[in-house]
């Protein structure tokens, strides 16, 4: 994916927020799921990787709901890149939020290590930002190892549909607990449970270089992917009748069908050729 300096609006994005009822159900769904997940795997609990971002904060939640707060544990995992107040925000969600045991592991040295290995990498932006976020994806799973955990992901259904994410970094983990949600899903399900609407309502970033956010990288703001998603992708309404519907010109809506089909191999396991017998 390419910076983009153009953000593109919609005029009036659909509405996908859910009833109160809906909300009830989802929160009840997921939380059943992770306490599944960890019973069936025969595990003692997860390992949650913290960025201070609305998607771990909300799986976090969910999973102290689910399987009580002294079976969750959280990585907070600065780089140099990251910004103090989102890695504080981490902090605060284990400590004062939800009183889980955390560590706070810095991986600048471990990334230096990959570059000096290979220097050819360096100062590839896109190239040391995957780094980054593969390096927290081997932290993720030393601790689970270590515990006896499954690694939740973090992962919503609108980063998943255009491929927003690194394979095998964030997409490393042993299930998506909040992966039938789109963003705006997302951010109303946190507040549902009584997330802290200064974190519910925080700017998206992958914090892989300074200044990042998911908006200006995709060339689209969140209310209008989720729109394209709901109505083309997965609703199957024609091109010309998404733009009309929501007000944004077709160029958008092949944006993100664009995105979607190039991201097809991350939403897989990796192909292999048929037998030959
Ligand atoms: N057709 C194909 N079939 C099979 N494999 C294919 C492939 N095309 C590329 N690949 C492989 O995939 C690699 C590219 O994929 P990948 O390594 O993921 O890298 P890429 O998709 O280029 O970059 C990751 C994107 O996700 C964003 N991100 C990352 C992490 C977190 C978040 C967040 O929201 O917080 C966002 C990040 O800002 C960036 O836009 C290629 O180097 C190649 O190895
Ligand atoms: N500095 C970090 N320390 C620990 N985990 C991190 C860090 N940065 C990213 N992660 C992990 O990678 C995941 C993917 O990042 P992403 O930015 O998509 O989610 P988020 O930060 O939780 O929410 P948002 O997308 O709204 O910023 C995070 O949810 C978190 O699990
Ligand atoms: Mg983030």
Redesign the pocket.
Known sequence: MSESTTVRRAESPLDVSFSEDELAAHREHITGFIESMVAEAGADGAV??????????L?AFLAVEALGADSVYG?????EV?REA??SD?ERVASDLLGIEYDVVGIEPIVDTFLEAYPDAEGDTMAEGNLM?RT?AVLNYLAANHRNALVLG??NKS?ALVGY?TKYG?GAVDCHPIANLYKAQVRQLAKHVDVPADLAE?T????MWVGQT?EEEMGLDYPTLDSILALHIEGGVSKSATAKEIGVDEAAVERVRELNTQSEHKRHVPPEPDPLY
């Open positions: 949650i990787g913290l960025s201070g971002g609305i998607d771990s904060t799986t990585l907070v995992m600065p780089s990251n989102n890695m981490a976020v927290r973090t992962g980063e994410f964030d925080k998206s970033s992958a914090e998911d």
